[in-house]
């Protein structure tokens, strides 16, 4: 990704990473934590979708061991799934106890950054605060804009859209963002490709070019000297 | 499927089987299950749409009689349909008194989970559970996943698209899922064809080809070593 | 149909007769009820969106002459049209008296079924009870099914859809159906075209084609041998 | 239209005539019912868009002089246009006084077509009546429907629909309706074209082409042996 | 435009002037009174969008100077835009202080329509009217046709649609006005080009045909023979 | 810009500036005003979406120092971010101490307007101001209008839409603007290309062309001379 952003996202950015279902988004938030944890910067991931021991297994799988960068104290993750019930959850550190109510998650993220002195921060996924009131969208992505980039922090949110729909996650979110990176998964001929492009990124060039990916064991591997053509093509 | 998957749905996957009207989705989660129970994994199938009785004689047209592994207590059916009424519904073991209750199906899911030992579960199907309540969908889906996972089940969540829908299912549910089949009927020239995609699959290196299918008298055959490229052309 | 369902609708089905404005299902499920009675199978007719006397006149129209049959015994219409107002209405045997109450019409659809020992049903429309209450579609369906498949009839409920309309009405009405039957009225280089397409029928192997049918004064006459073709390729 | 219909519209048939603005309903309309004069069957105009004076005269342009039928008591001016407000209304004989309540309307229609003994009904517009209710449309086709068949007329129920509306005027409406005609003006090379089609018609083996035509200063003509194919082709 | 509309508009025609942003409303309005004030019909312009000392303005950079027919009493301004309030508010004659309440405005423009015996009327625009409340347009255009059709004179009322709109305002306006005269404006390539096409005009035979038009200094110049081909074709 | 708008925006003009996400449009109002600057404009940026710390840093790193203007009292930002909440917040002159609060809003950049006797403003962006109340959009849209026009303030008003919506903001906000640029970012066979287009500017002959555009290190450089074709026949 940093030949495509030309050097990575630009610090305190927050950035909409956008694409439906399974086109690799938990992914790309946990290979941007764990290449900032391989580079000496504390991250936090903030998961809503999936146990916090998943999570730690997905990533394991890749071959990101996140275990002993949580034990230095560089790395954690925040519980906004449990609501701390269940043996496990018990021995998270940090738990959202009302997943709900956005103010509470806030004050855990808050804290956690600070703890940590974190300097990287995914949110996977954003859309669980609003799903079903789309109404705060905006609010919501404006607020956690205010205290992520107030606190030093690059942040990823991750926005779920569905497998037919062509935006971002909504017009107040969309213009909210300081960046904005889409990831695709398209059919075409009977044939499933990934694809990424970056459609904005404040205080950076980046890539005007939609560039093939590809989810290894090793993670996402993106082609950044290819382009990826027929995706326009096939949708007009 | 076996190919196509690179050895099966993942242990513990929760998976969102969709597709519209006709396209085989019952079919398909019932071979899933009986092939489970002659590999000698206990299943449950759960039936919200259609009498358990006729259930058994639909499956035992493709020559899956259920009726001996019911009573070594490694199959069984849990009645969300009946509501317990009629002479048939008297005889199952299983009943949803309450089906329009999802504390009261989830209760009993779990007690024959439980009581079977059960490795396989379906539920055909998940999207009655809110039809007419579309923003429940996402808490349905998510309280399912964290019950049956838990419980180390494989599960397949059958979700009813309209014949026109190109999604899965709803936001909500395409992205709580870990991962989803897409079985698709097709008018070209004339025509109906079969054809199923995997879009997504956590923990395996699934396919990523759309392939034709057949419902023969024997079940469900996928041809892995073919690919069903006339869609995307016909639709774009 | 015989040939294009290899051997008619498979007993105690409930098909779902889909189709817009002008495509001919009203005559469709009278030809189906009229057949059953010259092969001996009893039937009944409910009529929610004319009147009984011009039902019968229409079908009088295509040599379908059902009085003889009523007399027997093995014919009956069920009058849900006329709330039992006028003169004509006076001399019909079955009438919903309340036909916004649909426990009421199904009351006495059952037992116009019982007293004829009906092997055949039409609800023309299934459409008219739920065209201002769409929530409750799903569910007037899923009742009907359960009573009529309960009682040993085949049946058929023709659904209307708008002309512009591709689905067959509503998700829950598709998936809650035995079989789907689409008839199509499409104009192509200015001329009108007739094609049905047997969607889905559960326990019988059908006809994966569309085939071209016509009205004639005998009713309708499907082509079982040809394929209509244009339609498709017309729409994509 | 004869030619077309294969022998006019039969007799206590409801026909929806639909189309967008500037089709020319209103002309075929009063075309229909001043044929009807000629051919001695009284007729009734329902107008609730015009003043029935403005009607006059605009009927007088097409050489269709209806005050002497209207002096010899075979024709009337329905007139739920002005609430009898104003000089020229005090004039009229059939006033709907509350052009918003239905029932007011129809039982001054019912009036009118026994004083006349009418044959022939145009109501312009049928869309008036629900344009800010659509959910009465059904219910209000419906009721004209028994009251004015069962009266022995044969009518035209006008349905305005927008112009870049492809239905006929909702589902509720199409399916109630005995017959169907659609006016067309569609545009292609940046040209106006005029065309019509019979889409439904019961009790009659009516074209099933789309057919060209015209307005002159003597009404509409339709080119009965002349098929206009364009349109489709230009849409799909 | 007399040679598109053969002859002009028709006496007491009430014409819906149809079109996007930038499209050329208000100054085909401007430019359509100030032609009747050369032919010696005294004019009313009803402006609710802008302030009537911009507006004279804006038509005096067309070379149309009101002020000498303002004095001579055949041409005024309706000032529905300021409510009243401003210096230069205080100087109009003609006033609506509650532009929200609409039977307010009608009585002054009827005011000033019978004060300069005034034979043309523009309403720019009769969008602003309903807006907020859809459900009022079409009788807020009915009330207005009644009222100015009535008072003898010949009225453009201007429809704002949106950029992407193909309808002309809404079924309720389209169908009530006696004329629609639709202006354009396409990208084609990389270009922007002006259209008009009279879709619809009683009592008059006009043009069938999209002509092309400019906005020069002088006003709007329609080619009345040339067609506007490209539109048709590079929309469908 | 100047040659595509002849000579500039004319005096007084309030401009719709209208974009998807990353198009460019708080870039192009902060030249607008850097420009205006330059040429001893006094000129006032509203800021609703980025802290204004942020914003100048931002413009800084195209070379737009703005320092030195607000200390000569020709230049300011109006917060209408923060709340005056924050240490950084605390040094601004103008602040909007209730966002929500329209009125409060108009008051501070009044103020602000009145102080520096400013020639340009920017609202970035105005939809901020009814995202959750659309409804309330045309009535802001034509406050500020009447305020900013009445101040003798040339204004953009940046208007953010969705990356798939082709309108500029919304019927009631297109009309009641004096000119309407938009800003595109498309992608092309896997490449993302700006443009621009003036769809609308009264008082002046602008291009009719839409031309392609860079964003460099010295801001927006817009290609006057050549035109960018690829866009409609792309999407058509």
Known sequence: MDEILNGGIPRRNVVLLSGGP??????????FLYSGLQA??????????????????????????????EEKGIFAVVDAFTAGIGEAAKRE??????????????DVVRAAVKDLNARRVVIDS?????????????GVVMQLKKALSGLGCTSILVSQVSVTERGFGGPGVEH????????????????????????????????????????T???????????????????E
Chains 1, 2, 3, 4, 5, 6 share one sequence.
């Open 22 to 31: 399974g086109t690799g988004k938990s992914i790309f938030g946990q290979q």
């Open 40 to 69: 000496g910067e504390p991250g936090v991931l903030v998961v809503l979708e999936e146990h916090p021991v998943q999570v730690r297994v997905s990533m394991s799988q890749f071959g990101w061991d996140v275990r002993p960068y």
């Open 93 to 106: 550190r940090y738990v959202v106890r009302a997943p709900d109510d956005f103010q509470t998650l806030l």
């Open 126 to 138: 954003v859309t669980t605060l609003y799903i079903t009131k789309p109404m705060l969208a905006r």
């Open 176 to 215: 909210a963002a300081d960046g904005i990176i889409r990831l695709d998964l398209d059919e075409i001929d009977g044939t499933l490709y990934r694809s990424l492009i970056v459609w904005k990124m404040r205080g950076t060039r980046h890539s005007m070019r939609r560039h093939p990916f590809e989810i």
């Open 217 to 235: 064991d090793k993670g996402i591997t993106v082609y950044h000297d290819r382009v990826f053509k027929s995706r326009t093509a096939g949708r």
